[in-house]
């Protein structure tokens, strides 16, 4: 079965709806997560939690997504 499914980025996707103060982000993409992540503009929503499994990353996008928070303070 093949299906199509439209799709957004998660910055428009915020926009659109007017989510700007946000407290928590919690994402579970099996595995995907750090792409979902890396789409939050943390300069304009900077939520107080951003929750995400880890387990199925890589070492070196764990590396990178951990630097990527590291310079917004998380």
Known sequence: ???FVQ??????????????N??????DA???DWLIIKQLNLEENYPKIINFEFFD?????????ITHLNMYNY
């Open 30 to 32: 099996e595995g995907y």
């Open 1 to 3: 079965v093949i299906a």
């Open 57 to 65: 990353l890589t070492s070196e996008h764990y590396q990178e997504i």
């Open 22 to 27: 946000l407290d928590l982000v919690h994402v």
């Open 7 to 20: 799709c957004d980025h998660l910055y428009n996707i915020l926009n659109k709806h007017n989510f700007f």
